[in-house]
T-cell receptor, first 115, second 115 residues
């Protein structure tokens, strides 16, 4: 298993440009999430999905769009990049068992700089 | 005020020292309490989790949860240079462990263990 994979690893954008951060998992997990990590802020939830076709907003959703057409993929779209979106982005996935603990697995991250 | 507060450090200790990392939280609904370890330029990895109050031990690591005080701790005994990383506390608010993939993180503590 490759686990959770993210592409690209690094990206530089100019203000106003759009792009899509890719995330894929091969563990057949129902739940997938996107977080951003900024210095001194920990990880903050952007959007999450509980299954194909179902998404919802997290703590900091503004400026980001998501969709989930398959179980495996959960892309994050930046509609019009702003310098405030400079951050490290992590995708995560977990199983959907109703009882007990379900570990959340994280990808290696995408480092995004917006100039 | 953030739901989860964690002293970002940085914390620098000599090899062999006992390390204490702590988080406080405000949401009484949190039931699962996790510690993630994140090496430089990598994604977070689950170190330990605890359900509700109590202690849990795994080798050199001990996690404690005091729900009455809304306070959690991670102790590392006989610390090693390989323990140098950022430690993030995380919490979720329903049974099932990952709350549909929604975790609330502390800011993370940067730990350096020097030989």
């Amino acid at each position: 298993n490759a686990g959770v994979t993210q592409t690209p690893k690094f990206q530089v954008l100019k203000t106003g440009q759009s792009m899509t951060l890719q995330c894929a998992q091969d563990m057949n997990h129902e739940y997938m999430s996107w977080y951003r990590q900024d210095p001194g802020m920990g990880l903050r939830l952007i959007h999450y999905s509980v299954g194909a076709g179902i998404t919802d907003q997290g703590e900091v959703p503004n400026g980001y769009n998501v969709s989930r057409s398959t179980t495996e993929d959960f892309p994050l779209r930046l509609l019009s990049a702003a310098p405030s979106q400079t951050s490290v982005y992590f995708c995560a996935s977990s199983d959907s068992g109703l009882a007990g603990f379900n570990e959340q697995f994280f990808g290696p991250g995408t480092r995004l700089t917006v100039l | 005020q953030k739901e989860v507060e964690q002293d970002p450090g940085p914390l620098s200790v000599p090899e062999g020292a006992i390390v204490s990392l702590n988080c406080t939280y405000s949401n009484s609904a949190f039931q699962y309490f996790m510690w993630y370890r994140q090496y430089s330029r990598k994604g977070p990895e689950l170190l330990m989790y605890t359900y509700s109050s109590g202690n849990k031990e795994d080798g050199r690591f001990t996690a404690q949860v005091d729900k009455s005080s809304k306070y959690i701790s991670l102790f590392i005994r006989d610390s090693q240079p390989s323990d140098s990383a950022t430690y993030l506390c995380a919490m979720s608010d329903i049974a099932g462990g990952t709350s549909y993939g929604k975790l609330t993180f502390g800011q993370g503590t940067i730990l350096t263990v020097h030989p």
